[in-house]
């Protein structure tokens, strides 16, 4: 252990419990001075969680933060800044309709000496503080004029302006190119020269080698390590993240997989460059990538959601061109969207009303709805999948995560599609509804329904995929069959990211020098 | 450094080539529009009062509200200040003055505190208020309130040597306006809260208080036109208002500034009342029947949200 | 496992009280101001209970019945009408003209005027669904242009006769219920179907509620609010031919107020703007409680365009502390 003095802020036992779901349990680690920490774990493994309540967004449950040496209780974000800890969201928190510099000085606008804002003044700044990292924007420009590294340019400036100690990243090389991700390393060497300390959040393994001093794994809500980047190799970190034997919780895999039910060939749109598919009967094809890779675009295009620009789409060897998914689904597919509270739930509704929607007409006669059948059929459905429920008047937003996402699943089984397309099937799901959803999926597919699954979580994919298709850039960058050999994470994620993926050195050469 | 791109279909651009096209062809159509007096009554007076209201409701807009109830309180305020001259002969001009900028100022705090206390949409909200001053007017008064003296109306008849003093008042407060929404660090706060509530909350804007002042410089500006209209017609009544709130949008809607907050030049607001002027000037030159003007207003501000709803509406999710 | 299922039968009872479509404020509210007008007429001696002022606030609660459930269907699929003044207006000079004092054409026009407030709530429809113009500003425009039409045909002047037999519509009763009444009753059982009932009322719930689920489970969302409109519309402009009805003349602003009246009762009844929830329960008792409001003013003698200001504040009082808003 370093002594005490380096230490710029510590978490001591921190908790956070929401509603069912405990996301931070006993969490305690510390950040130095002018270090790059990276804090890495799977989806759900409480990195945002943890960083929303580093930047007061939220308050933690128990545990407390000391900062520079004192106890720390933060309000809300406002409050965070002013201590000069500064976080970028992975949503940006940039008024779109203002330009940089008012963006950079938004609140803390310097004055004339008549008390109005002094622009002229603020661009100066803004000037500096843009040659300081050395990047050329437009400071005249409004945000929504911008690409993504310049949005984020323009908050890493803001948060430099208010001279934080603290810079927290989410996710930053989600949405980047790769040369785009090498600006935003240098940017950060130079923030660490500076004195910095950068909290890099990342799923990217690579990444984190490239440009982290030290490491902290999160799982489960829990810290699993901190290790010094240079004493780790990837397959240490690697089973740090995951840890958990996968046949405990995937079902084994079905046997019979038939013909191709669904065939893409050539498929683009905004987001997607010629991407060919095939679906076979019984089985669950996993569609992995990174965020922004076009994972949701091609399922997306699939279903008619979004149009496409060229390509051939065939079920069955007969081609179809669906303009909405009403078409889509009258085809014989469903599609569970990632978001659930915003594209899955009818949160004010009850959950007999969120479980028939799709195929209302069923119980409609005359016009009118047959609410005897209606109650019935989600009746048998909460029976069929286990779906804990106080009534089926129930509000569906009273109900946790994994139930709320098997009545979602109740809504596509009703529907007797012959295809799947289930985005994000677990996002935020404790384990053990994890490995029930699973089970529902398993069986569907040994009754000989196909399924696409979008998913970020690599563990899920490897121990669910009969073939992975890997996206990376709108391009389908390999198709992985498992029947032949299990992939590894690294495998897909090399995939995931290009090979041409040339980092600058690693963080451990630099620390040898200081 | 990037050119900043100039397109002539950017709304806040496109409001002065439009001005410029309908004062050539409202020449074009008939010579009269030319005379110097009618130039000075189109540019220089018949805007104030709609120039000023709807500068309120740009400032309201721009917050991410709407104001229904500009008309009613424009009826209101010109009633209220003939009833003055009318059961206090002899009071003075400055008395009149303030005390209908404060009530305008008033009704501005009453809508404000019913979207940020109640948290009633801006819609909603100042369509009750509009209904409530509405009733409350024909409690005050039924008919129109005449009567005011000479001295009330130099504000909108006087010059100032070739100048009407009307224009200089509009000017005035025009410069004000412009420079606190473009100028002044509580402009770039109206703007942020108007185009994202949750990241003005976060950089520690007071978002309630921008929004509550939002609609007192719009209950403020409607005072200051009211003044001007009471001075132009020589008194008030319960009507004088009328339309005014969908004039208002009108004006700023064709002035590029989004319904849906948070963008625009308030500078377009002014543009924009400048063409409805012309508009309704030329309109009377080439004696067009005042039903079928009716139908044009409405076809052209159809026309304008047509053209601007598309980016308006997936900007926010803002309901009625 | 019995006692459970008891247990879970209450449950479900409660859960149905407790979410029903009208509150149990608003029949304490209707209740509290029926025992404010007994009180009122035992103290002052107003007229308020007799069987004629009870027939006159019946036959305009028909009147503003008629539009405040079409009203509730837009604001139930997330918008607003503002052009049913405008339509009302317009089909009370199309029924007065085109019938112009002929009993055999009553029927023929209604149907005619109802296809035009359909046709007028449907582009009010077009422009908020496939424009994405606010719905306010896009029944506003609508409206103006509608009354310009309006305006430019009769010259300012309405022309024609309002015939008998509308007259007897408006007016007359059967078996000592007034016509409007009986035919409200029936169109408000109707639409009681449509909206609790019907596959179209559950559609349009999830749209007002949420657009995007709607649209992934395959609701044809712009249908569905269009035909909200197109209702809303169709409505208004039968109200207008049965105002003629009840007042006699052809009147170029017979609208006029049946816009905020309309939304005033709707959002009494528990329509939420922003969309998703209202009822034609709720919204009838709202439309009685507005009247009654109003009414007791009349009889109190305050001035008529006073009431304005009830709305305003019942619209408020509804909205700022009532409020079941989605945000």
């Known amino acids: 252990m370093m002594n005490n003095e380096n230490i710029l802020l510590e978490f001591m036992n921190i908790d956070k419990q929401f509603p069912g779901v405990k996301a931070l349990d006993d969490v305690s680690m510390s950040f130095r001075f002018g270090e790059v920490h990276a804090l890495v774990g799977e989806n759900g493994a409480g990195k945002s969680t943890l960083m929303k309540i580093l930047s007061g967004v939220y308050q933690p449950s128990g545990g407390e933060i000391v900062y520079k040496g004192e106890k720390l209780k933060l309000q809300n974000p406002h409050h965070a800044q002013m201590q000069g800890i500064s976080i970028i969201f992975q949503e940006f928190s940039l008024i779109n309709t203002l330009d940089v510099v008012e963006n950079v000085f938004l609140n803390r606008e310097p004055k004339t000496s008549f008390g109005l804002f002094d622009k002229k003044k603020a661009a100066g700044m803004t000037k500096k503080l843009l040659e300081t990292i050395g990047i050329d924007i437009d400071i005249t420009a409004k945000i929504k004029n911008l690409s993504v590294i310049e949005q984020q340019t323009v908050e890493i400036i803001k948060a430099l302006s208010i001279d934080a100690d603290i810079i927290i990243m989410d996710e930053p090389s989600a949405a980047l190119s790769d040369k785009e991700l090498s600006k935003l390393f240098d940017i950060i060497m130079k923030l660490k020269a500076d004195g910095k300390t950068v909290i890099y959040i990342s799923h990217m393994l690579e990444e984190v080698f490239s440009i982290a001093d030290r490491v902290t794994v999160l799982k489960d809500g829990r810290v699993m390590a901190t290790e010094e980047v240079c004493d780790l190799d990837k397959d240490k970190l690697v089973s740090l993240m995951v840890g958990r034997e996968i046949s405990d919780i995937y079902p084994p895999r079905s046997a019979n997989v038939g013909d191709v039910v669904l065939e893409a060939g050539d498929l683009a749109s905004g987001k997607l460059k010629n991407v060919n598919l095939t679906l076979k009967k019984g089985e669950i094809l996993g569609v992995a990538g990174i965020a922004g890779s076009g994972r949701t675009a091609l399922v997306e295009t699939l279903l008619g959601i979004e149009r496409k620009m060229s390509g051939t789409v065939s079920l069955s060897g007969r081609e179809v061109d669906f303009k909405n998914i009403r078409q889509a689904i009258d085809s014989g597919f469903c599609y569970i969207p990632s978001d659930r509270k915003n594209q899955g739930i009818i949160a004010p509704e009850s959950i007999v009303v969120n479980t028939t929607i799709t195929n209302l007409d069923n119980y409609v006669v005359r016009g009118l709805i047959n609410r005897k059948a209606e109650e019935e059929v989600t009746k048998n459905q909460i029976e069929l999948l286990g779906t804990k429920v106080a009534s089926i008047d129930q509000r569906i937003e009273d109900l946790s995560g994994g139930n709320q996402q098997k009545v979602l699943l109740s809504r596509a089984l009703l529907m007797e599609p012959e295809i799947y397309i289930i985005n994000e099937p677990t996002r935020g799901i404790d384990v053990g509804a994890k490995h029930e959803i699973y089970k529902i999926m398993r069986d569907l597919t040994s009754r000989g329904k196909s399924i696409i699954m979008v998913s970020s979580e690599l563990p899920e994919i490897i121990g669910m995929s009969d073939r992975i298709l890997v996206m990376n850039q709108g391009e389908a960058a390999g198709i992985l069959d498992q029947s032949v050999k299990t992939y590894t994470e690294e495998e897909i994620l090399s995939l995931a990211v290009g090979h041409e993926y040339r980092l600058p050195a690693g963080g451990c050469d630099d620390e040898e020098e200081v | ?320 | 496992m019995a006692a459970r299922k008891k247990l879970n039968v209450w449950f479900t009872m409660l859960e149905r009280l407790k979410r029903g479509a009208v509150s149990p404020g608003l029949y304490a509210a209707l209740l509290a101001l029926i025992v404010a007008a007994l009180v009122m007429q035992a103290v002052t001696g107003v007229s308020f209970f007799t069987m004629s002022n009870m027939l006159n606030v019946a036959r305009n609660f028909s009147m503003l019945g008629f539009v405040a459930l079409g009203q509730t269907l837009v604001i139930m699929s997330g918008g607003l009408d503002l052009s049913v003044v405008a339509v009302i207006s317009t089909g009370n000079i199309l029924a007065a003209s085109l019938i112009n004092g002929n009993d055999a054409l009553v029927f023929p026009v209604l149907l005619f005027t109802i296809v035009v407030g359909a046709a007028i709530g449907t582009v009010n429809g077009l422009l908020v669904t496939k424009r994405g113009v606010p719905p306010f500003i896009a029944t506003l425009g609508v409206s103006i242009v509608v009354n310009g039409l309006r305006l430019i045909a009769t010259g300012g002047i309405p022309k024609g006769n309002v015939p008998e037999l509308l007259k007897e519509m408006g007016t007359g009763s059967f078996l000592g219920l007034p016509w409007m009444v009986i035919i409200f009753v029936i169109v408000a059982i109707f639409f009681y179907i449509l909206l609790a009932k019907s596959s179209y009322g559950r559609r349009l719930r999830v749209t007002g509620s949420n657009p995007e689920v709607a649209v992934l489970s395959g609701i044809n969302k712009d249908r569905v609010i269009i035909t909200a409109y197109l209702i809303c519309g169709a409505l208004g402009a039968g109200a207008g031919v049965f105002l003629a009805g009840y007042t006699g003349i052809a009147d170029n602003w017979a609208g006029n107020e049946f816009d905020i009246n309309s939304i005033a009762a709707a959002v009494l009844g528990g329509a939420a703007i922003g969309g998703g929830s209202g009822s034609v329960q709720g919204t009838v008792i709202g439309s009685i409680i507005l009247l009654l409001i109003t009414n007791l003013a009349i009889l109190a003698h305050l001035p008529i365009q006073s009431q304005m200001m009830v709305k305003g504040l019942v619209i408020i009082l509804a909205l700022g502390f009532f409020g079941r808003g989605k945000k």
């Open chain 2, 1 to 320: 450094m990037m050119k900043k791109k100039f397109r002539l279909t950017d709304p806040g651009i496109f409001v002065w080539v439009l001005l410029v096209a309908i004062v050539i062809f409202s020449a074009v159509a008939n010579p009269v529009f030319l005379r110097p007096r009618n130039l000075k009554n189109v540019f220089l007076i018949q805007p104030v009062g709609l120039g000023l209201a709807s500068l309120g409701q740009a400032v309201i807009i721009i917050s991410g509200g709407i104001d229904m109830s500009i008309g009613a309180a424009v009826s209101l305020l010109t009633s209220v200040a003939g009833g003055l001259y009318r059961d206090f002969p002899g009071v003075s001009v400055l008395t009149v003055f303030l005390i209908i900028s404060a009530m305008g100022t008033v009704i501005g705090l009453l809508n404000g505190l019913l979207v940020v206390k109640l948290k009633i949409a801006p819609f909603m909200a100042t369509l009750a208020t509009m209904s409530v001053i509405q009733g409350g007017i024909f409690i005050y008064t039924k008919k129109t309130i005449g009567g005011i003296p000479k001295s009330f109306r130099f504000i909108a008849e006087g010059s100032v040597g070739p100048v009407p003093f009307c224009f200089l008042y509009l000017a005035v407060i025009f410069a004000l306006v412009l420079i606190l929404m473009n100028r002044s660090r509580y402009g770039r706060h109206l703007y942020a809260v108007g185009a994202n509530e949750w990241v003005a909350s976060i950089t520690g804007i007071a978002v309630d208080r921008v929004k509550l002042s939002a609609y007192l410089i719009g209950g403020l500006l409607t005072g200051l036109a009211s003044v001007f209209l009471a001075g132009r017609m020589g008194g008030g009544g319960p009507l004088v208002g009328k339309g005014y709130e969908l004039d208002t949008i009108t004006a700023v809607v064709i002035g590029g500034v989004s319904l849906a907050g948070g963008d625009g030049n308030i500078a377009g607001a002014i543009g924009g009342v400048l063409i409805l002027s012309i508009f309704s000037n030329l309109m009377n030159l080439l004696d067009v029947n005042p039903y079928i003007q009716m139908l044009l207003k409405g076809l052209i501000l159809i026309t304008a949200v047509f053209f601007y709803a598309a980016k308006t509406a997936k900007a926010k999710g803002q309901e009625a």
